[in-house]
């Protein structure tokens, strides 16, 4: 047993070490977070503007209650509105519906103009028939929620089975991912990563030690000779015949790039 030890000793220690410098520098950069909010422009109060209806007042203000929670986690004033008007029954308009409430309403926990989230789902289909949502995004928070993970977070609203659901639940799982994906400083992997990673490697370890012994030889030419003594009488070798094959490797010609500003991302249904 002792000498299986060794091959997963190494890799334990090197994933243990980095584990014990991920958490300290975690620790320190969340202890120099300054969550006091330096915005007095704006209401964090009130997050939930359910103009369309779509949820009972308990649900209203529950979702509200944990809106203003998740705020200070992620630093990042957040506000959730619904409406059902045909004059925004297209993306594009949703879209220039939140990113003037930000701006108008002077959003930002840090300062006004600051770090925001303003979620916005219009349920009337009297524009080109389908239900859309926008996320608009300000300040820092613009460069840590990109516009593929707002819309995949917003894919949520599939789960809505009808015109006529109560969207709570997926109203509370949208905000959730959007101030987790929102946090200046996210957590290291856990000690259940760490753990699989540690084996990860030891294998990977073992793999290779054990796999360079199988050419070892263990026996000698001599060894099933009677009197431990070979005799060979023709010791060459005779070089029969070449056969070289050449395969090109491919270079992919086409280069991958691009980008731009992350101010959010919408969905439709």
Not at 10 to 28: C, E, H, R, W
Not at 38 to 43: A, K, L, Q
Not at 46 to 71: H, P, S
């Amino acid at each position: 047993m002792n000498r299986y030890f060794k091959y997963f000793a190494i890799p334990f220690i090197i994933t243990a070490v980095i584990t014990v410098i991920s958490l300290i520098s975690y620790s320190s950069a969340v202890s120099s977070i300054d969550y006091e909010r330096h915005n007095d422009s704006w209401d964090y109060t009130e997050c939930v503007y359910d103009y369309a209806g779509k949820m009972t007042d308990e649900e209203v203000r529950l979702l509200n209650d944990y809106m203003i929670e998740l705020q200070e986690a992620c630093r990042t004033d957040m506000v959730l509105i619904t409406l059902d008007e045909p004059e925004y029954g297209y993306l594009d308009k949703v879209r220039a519906y939140a990113e003037e409430v930000a701006e108008e309403c002077s959003l930002g926990y840090d300062y006004p103009g600051g770090s925001s989230i303003v979620f916005v789902d219009n349920w009337s289909r009297g524009g080109d028939g389908g239900i859309h949502s926008w996320v608009a995004t300000t300040g820092e928070v613009r460069g840590r929620l990109s516009d593929s993970d707002t819309e995949s977070i917003l894919n949520t609203l599939d789960d809505i089975p009808s015109d006529d659901a109560d969207p709570y639940d997926q109203y509370c799982e949208i905000v959730h991912d959007l101030a987790k994906e929102a946090q200046s400083v996210r957590p290291p992997y856990s000690v259940g990563v760490a753990f699989i990673i540690s084996l990860v490697i030891a294998g990977i370890y073992i793999l290779i030690h054990l796999k360079s012994k199988v050419g070892d030889v263990t026996v000698k030419n001599s060894t099933y000779v009677a009197g431990g003594k070979g005799s060979f009488k023709i010791n060459t070798d005779t070089f029969r015949n070449k056969v070289v094959t050449k395969r090109k490797i491919e270079r992919s010609s086409s280069s991958g790039g691009g980008g731009g500003s992350h101010g959010g991302g919408g969905h439709s249904r």
